[in-house]
């Protein structure tokens, strides 16, 4: 009860950073039907980023308690812009004229993308692990019995927080606003969209940004979570995002949330109560097994074949 | 044709302010990850390294870069002016002989490396160079099928290369069929002929792998089938990795025996090849042997596809990758063209696997990784789906080019001593890849015409359509 307990803990606090990248495929989906496979690498380069402003910040006032407050804050914020800034120059750049091109262009562009993204952090950063000080490490004790102690961290707990709030404020703009109205109308019929003035091109680089900056507050928390990135770090938690996405049903923001936590579950128990070499064999066939047999995913509308 | 049409104005401000946006985005992107790098000092602490220079230099490049394209751009309406013409007759002739050219040019070239560096520097030549690039125009060769011929993008193609390869390694070094064969036939046979009878084994075992992971994935199609490929390529590499017993696990396997030229080794002592052929020893005949081997094995594949595309399997992989609901309504088995498919381009990958194990003498789960699958894909999908010399064109550049990059000593002289270009391969790579996707998304040989036609050729109106024209 307690392993399972704590396990639990630990699982939704991996799936939520899984869903955060989630959305980022999810909502790119969604409106140009492509498979955004660089998209673990801008969540990669997120971490890195924040490393770096944590670091700086760090070295300049020391490691009391508001510094390093001061310096994760910042650190989100400054990530969340720069990546942004990248996923954005990506679409302008890679996505953006293949558009209208024959269907497999912008993923073959995308999975090029994504190479060049992972080694152009090696070549900038270097290839080895990059850890930060340990920080936040107190934890509040939830049960203890016969010296078990179910703990959750302040990490967890802030990173279930912040992904709660971002969710709602996201889904409030998708759901709620003139730009998320636009949003699902280019998802919809983009030329029409754009028959009705809708500027398709903003729009679209509009979701591209939101599922980046998304994916810089996944990049901070894992940073904080795991403290140490590698430049290769992009390719395992995408695909695994990805299968969020398709397991909670692709175009769905609430499915990628909720795909996320499954994954985050599934794995965290298959690790624990199996085996922990496989685990990313469980991710990998789950995508398999979801893409086989339910493409529609959990909270996801059946895609209609059309002549 | 009037004067303003041949000298356009240049709006010299406008690419200013183009060329000025582009070098402030370079700017946000860069002064984090470029101008300020993390490293590890003596005492294991991470310290943060400014490179203002190396920033400033880049962001320059970046400002100039813009500004050049937007120059281009700006006077290429003079350029285009001037229709290209049709290919006459006498250069289409010339054309459709640039795939005999290419392979009449592979077969001459371990003798041209040999003339022109001499045998001592010629190894490297033919194995980092040949061997290397005729592998990869094999396995494109192969994946060709799948993803030019079919239609099926397939992003794990390089679980089939490593099914061929362990499964060569897996038996060729088995201890019970060595003692069995020892025992039934003689105690070298096994060393000897373990290759040859291996190889066609190791296709077939490919094939059947094929079959096992296209059956589940047939109702797939376009990315969501780009993806389940690519999960059960990571699949099968983890397995590898994680189940020591049977493959070795990161250890690999080593000393896998060597092809031997038919039964005779290829070794000094005086049943060895050399000696046989009276011939002085020297490890250049294994490598010549085995370019020539890689050679016969990449033109069966490119033979048996370009048969095949004749016969009706291979229309009705054409039809398919053209539409696969009108296919199926005219009564093709699409589940059987599928597989086929996935199939024979396993088999190939299988056969390529085979050599390259018996080439390394050690195989491990660190030669099939995803960058692999997408190596080889990109080859096809630069080269024009579907064409055979432009799988040939495209390995040579990705593959020789990226090998040059270790040749360049010269650049350490330029850049200071810690400047490695081997480091830049695959940052290249992937900038190749995304720059020819925008410049030729069909390819550098985008010929998509059937195989066969009725009387004439026509265009195929799914190609009109999808390049825009419809």
New interface residues.
């Given amino acids: 009860m307690e392993v399972f307990l704590q396990q639990l803990i630990n699982g939704v606090t991996l799936g939520a950073v899984y869903g955060l990248i989630a959305i980022g495929y999810t909502m790119v989906f969604g409106i140009i039907g492509?498979?955004n496979f660089a998209h673990g690498d801008v969540f990669m380069?997120s971490a890195?980023?924040a490393?770096?402003?944590f670091?700086?910040i760090t070295?300049l006032a020391g490691f009391s308690g508001g510094a390093v407050f001061i310096a994760l804050l910042l650190a989100l914020i400054?990530s969340m812009v720069?990546t942004s800034?990248?996923n954005w120059?990506i679409e302008r750049?890679?996505y953006r004229?293949?558009r209208?091109?024959?269907?497999?262009?912008?993923?073959?562009?995308a999975?090029?993308?994504?190479?060049?993204?992972s080694?152009?952090?090696?070549?900038?950063?270097?290839a080895?692990n990059?850890?930060?000080p340990p920080i936040m490490r107190d934890t509040i004790t939830i049960m203890d019995r016969g010296g078990f102690q179910v703990a959750i961290s302040y990490k967890q707990i802030l990173i279930m927080v912040v992904t709660a709030i971002l969710l709602t404020v996201f889904w409030y703009v998708v759901q709620k606003t003139p730009l998320g109205r636009a949003q699902r109308a280019c998802e919809q019929d983009q030329k029409m969209a754009a028959l009705l003035g809708i500027n398709v091109d903003r729009t679209i680089a509009v979701t591209f940004v939101m599922g980046a900056a998304l994916a810089a507050v996944a990049g901070t928390m894992f940073l904080t979570y795991y403290g140490v990135v590698v430049f290769s770090d992009g390719?395992v938690p995408g695909?695994k995002a990805?299968t969020a996405a398709?397991l909670g049903g692709i175009g769905s923001l609430p499915g990628a949330v909720l795909g996320g936590i499954l994954i985050g579950l599934i794995e965290t128990f298959w690790s624990a109560y199996f085996s922990i070499?496989?685990k990313?064999?469980a991710a990998?066939?789950i995508?398999?097994i979801v893409?086989?047999f339910m493409?529609q995913g959990l909270l996801g509308k059946p895609e209609v074949?059309k002549? | 044709m009037n004067e303003t049409a041949s000298t356009p104005s240049v709006d010299y401000v406008q690419l200013f302010k183009d060329a000025l946006f582009a070098a402030v985005i370079a700017f946000g992107l860069f002064s984090l990850m470029i101008g300020v790098k993390t490293d590890q000092a003596l005492n294991n602490q991470m310290i943060l390294v400014l490179r203002p220079g190396l920033l400033a230099s880049i962001v320059g490049l970046v400002f100039a870069g813009r500004f050049l394209i937007g120059y281009w751009q700006a006077t290429r309406i003079a350029r285009v002016k001037v229709k290209k013409a049709p290919l006459s007759p006498a250069m289409a002739k010339l054309a459709s002989y640039a795939l005999p050219a290419c392979i009449g040019f592979l077969f001459a070239y371990p003798v041209l490396v040999l003339l022109t560096v001499g045998p001592a520097g010629a190894i490297k030549w033919i194995d980092n160079f040949g061997i290397q690039i005729l592998i990869y125009i094999m396995l494109g060769w192969g994946l060709n099928i799948v993803v030019g011929l079919a239609g099926l993008l397939d992003l794990g193609y390089v679980a089939f290369y490593a099914v061929g390869a362990y499964s060569y390694s897996l038996l060729a070094t088995s201890m019970p069929i060595k003692a069995f064969m020892a025992e039934m036939i003689g105690p070298s046979f096994w060393g000897l002929w373990a290759f040859w009878i291996l190889l066609p084994l190791s296709g077939i075992l490919a094939a059947f792998w094929g079959v096992l992971l296209g059956f589940p994935v047939l109702r797939l199609r376009g990315d969501y089938l780009a993806i389940v490929t690519l999960a059960f390529g990571e699949i099968i590499r983890l397995v590898l990795i994680n189940w020591v017993d049977f493959s070795g696990g990161y250890a690999g396997i080593s000393s896998i025996p060597r092809p031997s030229f038919f039964g005779i080794p290829f070794n000094a002592a005086d049943n060895g090849f050399s000696a046989t052929f009276g011939l002085e020893f020297s490890p250049i005949y294994r490598t010549i042997f085995l370019f020539y081997l890689i050679f016969a094995l990449a033109l069966l594949t490119a033979a048996v596809s370009m048969r095949l595309r004749r016969l009706p399997v291979g229309r009705a992989w054409e039809a398919l990758r053209e539409d696969e609901i009108a296919c199926r309504s005219l009564g093709i088995n699409t589940v059987n063209t599928k597989l086929t498919a996935f199939s024979i381009g396993a088999m190939f990958g299988g056969f390529a696997g085979a050599f390259f194990a018996a080439r390394q003498g050690f195989i491990s789960p660190e030669s099939f990784v995803f960058i692999e699958s997408a190596q080889i894909l990109a080859i096809v999908v630069l080269g024009g789906m579907g064409s055979l010399l432009g799988v040939v064109i495209s390995s040579i550049i990705l593959v020789g080019g990226v090998e040059l990059l270790r040749e360049l000593d010269f650049l350490k002289n330029v850049f200071g001593d810690g400047f490695d270009p081997a480091q830049y391969r695959m940052l290249i790579f992937g900038l190749c890849m995304v720059l020819m996707m925008l410049w030729k998304p069909r390819g550098l040989i985008s010929q998509r015409d059937p195989t066969v036609f009725l009387k004439e050729k026509k265009s195929v109106s799914s190609d009109l359509v999808k390049e825009g024209h419809g």
Avoid at chain 1, 119 to 126: D, H, I, L, P, S
């Fill in positions: 492509m498979v380069i890195f980023v490393l770096i402003v670091m700086a070295a400054i720069v800034l990248y120059t750049v890679a004229k293949l209208g091109s024959f269907r497999l262009a912008p993923l073959i562009s999975i090029g993308m994504s190479i060049l993204l080694n152009f952090v090696q070549v900038a950063q270097g080895r990059k850890p930060i390719f695909v990805f398709v070499d496989y990313d064999v990998f066939s995508l398999a893409l086989i493409p074949e002549v």
